[in-house]
């Protein structure tokens, strides 16, 4: 079983700025893939961000240029860098690590893009 707990979620005007962060447990994170996915309210839950155990990134276009996934393998934790954000960014944040087919998910952190 993987534990995964997000953190950094917020109010922020547009245009402005916010790093999310997830840890998840076990002694072999850096075999996990990780990943950001998003859900607004009456919509499904859909890929943000991932980055895989090597290091390499994918994004939804929506968010290319404007999100950042990183992760320390060394604290066991992925972040999430959101700039320049827009009111439609808004949703609950879910991390996500996917580890010998199976999918383990934090319980989200909720992210309002509002003036």
């Known amino acids: 079983q993987v534990q995964v707990v997000e953190s950094g979620g917020g109010l922020v005007q547009p245009g402005g700025s916010l790093r999310l962060s997830c840890a998840a447990s076990?002694?072999?994170?850096?075999?996990?893939?990780m990943a950001w996915y998003r859900q607004a309210p009456g919509k499904p839950r859909w890929l943000v961000a991932s980055?895989?155990?090597?290091?390499?990134?994918n994004y939804a276009d929506s968010v290319k240029g404007r999100f950042t996934i990183s992760r320390d393998n060394a604290k066991n934790t992925v972040a999430l860098q959101m700039n320049s954000l827009k009111p439609e960014d808004t949703a609950v944040y879910y991390c996500?690590?996917?580890?010998?087919?199976?999918?383990?998910w934090g319980q989200g952190t909720q992210v309002t893009v509002s003036s």
């Open positions: 996500n690590a996917f580890w010998r087919s199976t999918a383990y």
């Open positions: 076990g002694n072999i994170f850096s075999t996990y893939r």
């Open positions: 980055i895989s155990s090597g290091g390499s990134t």
